[in-house]
Each structure stands twice: as structure tokens, then as C-alpha cells.
């Protein structure tokens, strides 16, 4: 199982940007394809971004598409989410993931079988 730990989150203006980061433990990183959810109180996790074990594909939320990228670098075992053009709808917990089997597309949240423990992204009007 990988581990996850997210980092990156903050207070940023509408419009802002920022760049959340996911450093990952264990050497199969690069075998796993990772994605980015998101969370506020009273609902459920939302998808928000996907990337294929290689980098080779991504998959973006509607609402996000053209704002925000993700990105990996697996020589470093890390994901990235880099968002801009915030809006104050996009606050909420972010949170890294990665698929439950290694060298499949991941998308939907049962895809997803480890978790980080998440980042605080607000952003105000």
C-alpha cells in the first residue's frame, strides 16, 4: 500500500492560485495511478482530477477543467495539483489518492484504495 501525505493548502483570494503537492512512500509508486478529490462538511468526496500511472493521461472534474492541471513527477514520488483562477466554490479538504491496483486507470472514488489525510484549501470572495 502506498502512503500519502498532501501539502501545499492555504487561504488564497479569489483568482488566486496554488499548488497542492502529494509526496508518496514506497518504490511502486510509479506503477500506481493517482488521483485528487476534494471534500466540504456535509458532503461527500468529489472528484476532482486523475493522472495514469506514466503521466500519459489525465481526467479533470467539469467544473475545473482549464483551471486546474495535475501532474507527477515519478522520480520523485509526488503528485501535483496546481489551480488557478480560484474560485470560492473550490474551497474545501483536498485530498490525495491512489488507485487500488497498480497499471489501471483510476477514476471513480472506489477506484482509490489509499488516502492521505488531507489540505485545507480556502478561498475567499
Known amino acids: 500500500q502506498v502512503q500519502l501525505v498532501e501539502s501545499g493548502g492555504g487561504l488564497v483570494q479569489a483568482g488566486g492560485s496554488l499548488r497542492l503537492s502529494c509526496a508518496a512512500s514506497g518504490p511502486t509508486f510509479s506503477r500506481y495511478s493517482m488521483g485528487w478529490f476534494r471534500q466540504v462538511p456535509g458532503k461527500g468526496r468529489e472528484f476532482v482530477a486523475a493522472?495514469?500511472?506514466?503521466?500519459?493521461?489525465?481526467h479533470y472534474e467539469e467544473s475545473v477543467k482549464g483551471r486546474f492541471s495535475i501532474s507527477r513527477d515519478n522520480a520523485k514520488n509526488t503528485v501535483y495539483l496546481q489551480m488557478h483562477s480560484l474560485k470560492p466554490e473550490d474551497t474545501a479538504v483536498y485530498y490525495c489518492?491512489?488507485?487500488?491496483?497498480?497499471?489501471?486507470?483510476?477514476?471513480?472514488?472506489?477506484?482509490?484504495?489509499?488516502w492521505g489525510q488531507g489540505t485545507q484549501v480556502t478561498v475567499s470572495s
Open positions: 489518492a491512489a488507485a487500488r491496483r497498480t497499471l489501471v486507470v483510476a477514476r471513480d472514488l472506489i477506484d482509490f484504495g489509499s
Open positions: 493522472i495514469t500511472w506514466e503521466g500519459g493521461s489525465t
